[in-house]
């Protein structure tokens, strides 16, 4: 199995490569459109800010080649916010898989939320065998609203989607290859689809 993880200068692929590695699976790095389209599982992982990011995706065409994907693709923080409609992050438009907006969290609380935060699971394949409440681990300031896209719910200052799917398009906000056993069986799940 191929499994490709993008990297288009954000934060965090060699963390989700390394995690994929004790999978058992090597995967590229690639930001070559053709490794990427003939890849049998796509990961977009991220940590980094909205509009650098998606700057760079346009740039290189990674954004139209992003929405036509057919193959099961994994957007992993920011790269589930960039999989949303538009961001708050420096008024971003983002790909817009999922018709969802990302806000920024009122500064109510400690902003980002960083740390351990339960999952109230709503029903994906990415969540078979993770039982309702478990803790993963999250490193935010933005969050993607609740939609008919939300599979998953996490609540800090308000619930927010925690996890979203549509289609063949995957995400997740916490970072599975940091959150243990429970992120694991995540990563697992999404290379069984």
Not at 21 to 29: A, E, F, K, M
Not at 108 to 123: A, E, F, S, T, Y
Not at 130 to 136: M, R
Not at 175 to 192: A, C, D
Request: negative net charge.
């Amino acid at each position: 199995m191929d499994v490709v993880i993008i990297d288009y200068n954000a934060g965090n692929v060699r963390s989700v490569s390394y995690a994929l590695q004790r999978l058992g699976v090597n995967p590229i790095l690639s930001a070559d459109a053709e490794v990427i389209s003939k890849a049998d599982k796509v990961i977009f992982p991220g940590v980094g800010e909205a509009s650098t990011a998606m700057r760079f995706l346009r740039e290189n065409g990674l954004d139209a080649l992003l929405k036509s994907l057919q193959q099961p693709v994994f957007g992993v923080c920011l790269g589930l916010q960039l999989l949303c409609r538009h961001s708050e992050e420096n008024d971003t438009d983002c790909l817009g898989i999922f018709d969802i907006d990302v806000r920024k969290f009122e500064p109510r609380l400690k902003v980002p939320q960083m740390g351990w935060n339960d999952l109230i699971k709503m029903g994906s394949p990415l969540f078979d065998g993770v039982s309702e409440h478990s803790y993963l681990y999250f490193v935010h300031s933005y969050y993607a609203q609740l939609s008919e896209h939300t599979v998953a719910v996490t609540d800090y200052v308000n619930p927010f989607s925690a996890a979203l799917q549509k289609d063949n398009f995957y995400a997740l906000q916490a970072h599975p290859e940091k959150s243990g056993k429970v992120g694991e069986r995540i990563l697992e799940n999404f290379l069984k689809l």
